[in-house]
């Protein structure tokens, strides 16, 4: 099972639940940012409430998902190693994976 970020088409301020078929025919699960970073990730982790904060406090303007993928890594590295407990996106995305994968198990 993989799963794909597909974010910001929902309301940002709102945790999405997990899907109740976590597999699909083609083994992608496709979850918002939301979901994928629950609040209570983000409180143990950031210095946000919410990813949708999370964004909201950060440099960029982001309302899409093609916004979002416009941000160059290491200035987004940058700005997470500011606001969480970790070093970089891609350390924050494999703890959020993690999580995520915990999550769909004990659901």
């Known amino acids: 099972m ?12 709102t945790d999405a639940a ?5 597999e699909s025919d083609d083994h992608t699960v ?3 940012f939301e979901g994928f970073f629950p609040s209570s990730f ?3 982790y ?7 904060e999370f964004m909201r ?16 890594e290491p200035d987004l590295d940058v700005y997470v190693d500011d ?10 995305l494999r703890a959020a994976g993690s999580d995520f ?5 004990n659901h």
Do not use: H, K, N, Y
């Open 2 to 13: 993989s799963f794909e970020i597909v974010g910001f088409e929902t309301e940002l301020d």
């Open 18 to 22: 997990l899907p109740p078929d976590c």
């Open 30 to 32: 496709p979850i918002s």
């Open 42 to 44: 983000m409180r143990f």
């Open 46 to 52: 950031t210095d946000a409430e919410t990813f949708a």
């Open 57 to 72: 406090d950060s440099p960029w303007r982001v309302t899409t998902l093609a916004e979002f993928e416009m941000i160059s």
């Open 83 to 92: 606001r969480t407990e970790f070093r970089s996106w891609t350390e924050m």
């Open 101 to 105: 994968i915990e999550r769909v198990q």
